[in-house]
């Protein structure tokens, strides 16, 4: 257990749909990231966030946006969804050191189904 | 943007037969991590390479970073079905905040 708990564990919805994914980072850890994983692109960065603010900004379609609470959960948002962007969505957290061996702990995922 | 290449991308061995998986890029990066990810679970760090040449032993698991900091490669030896999952490795660039690049994946099985 890597102590990040992703809600909701699959998703199964529609063409032009919007759904939300949840992620609870580890206890003590600022910095939540976002990652998309599909057979064809493998492991994707998409998003970091930090104590609330936006860190860091990779492959993420405008369609998409993320947020982190005061609570440091945060919330993937996926809207307009397409056949495409079934895959699996992870969330990471780390302490965010800065250091070069900074480990990052992630989450069991949330499986996307878009039919 | 940076490119992390695997090889092979699949491997199926017998139970106690070694095995090398290879990690590639034209880039360098400041540090390289692996990951292995089982079916329905998230990656999990094995191992964070930061120095060119360092290699890192994890039980059975060997680690090296090349000297150029631009390839990497896992070594297992003895192999047990336990070590099947997805291998991955991953790389960090400086001044990038956290977002690690990761390569393809390898997927390993050990048959019994």
């Known amino acids: 257990d890597s102590g990040v708990t992703q809600t909701p564990k699959h998703l199964i919805t529609a063409t032009g749909q919007r759904v939300t994914l949840r992620c609870s980072p580890r206890?003590?850890?600022?910095?939540v990231y976002w990652y998309q994983q599909s057979l064809d692109q493998g492991l994707q960065f998409l998003i970091q966030?930090?104590?609330?603010?936006?860190?860091a900004k990779g492959n993420i379609l405008e369609r998409f946006s993320a947020q982190q609470f005061p609570d440091l959960h945060s919330e993937l948002n996926l809207s307009s969804l397409e056949l495409g962007d079934s895959a699996l969505y992870f969330c990471?957290?780390?302490?965010?050191?800065?250091?070069?061996?900074?480990?990052?702990?992630f989450g069991s995922g949330t499986q996307l189904s878009v039919l | 943007t940076q490119l992390l290449e695997q090889s092979p991308q699949f491997l199926s061995i017998q139970e106690g037969e070694n095995l090398t998986v290879y990690c590639n890029s034209s880039?360098?990066?400041?540090?390289l991590q692996w990951y292995r990810q089982e079916p329905g679970e998230g990656p999990v760090l094995l191992v964070t390479?930061?120095?060119?040449?360092e290699v890192k032993k994890l039980k059975r698991l060997t680690f090296q970073f090349g000297d150029a900091r631009k390839d990497s490669s896992l070594h297992i030896t003895a192999a047990q079905p336990g070590d099947t999952g997805l291998y991955l490795c991953?790389?960090?660039?400086?001044?990038?905040?956290?977002?690690?690049?990761f390569g393809s994946g390898t997927q390993l099985t050990v048959l019994p």
């Open positions: 966030y930090y104590n609330g603010e936006e860190r």
């Open positions: 390479v930061v120095t060119g040449g």
């Open positions: 991953a790389g960090a660039v400086r001044g990038s905040a956290r977002q690690l690049t």
């Open positions: 206890s003590g850890d600022l910095s």
């Open positions: 880039s360098v990066f400041s540090s």
């Open positions: 990471a957290s780390s302490v965010e050191t800065g250091a070069t061996n900074e480990k990052l702990f």
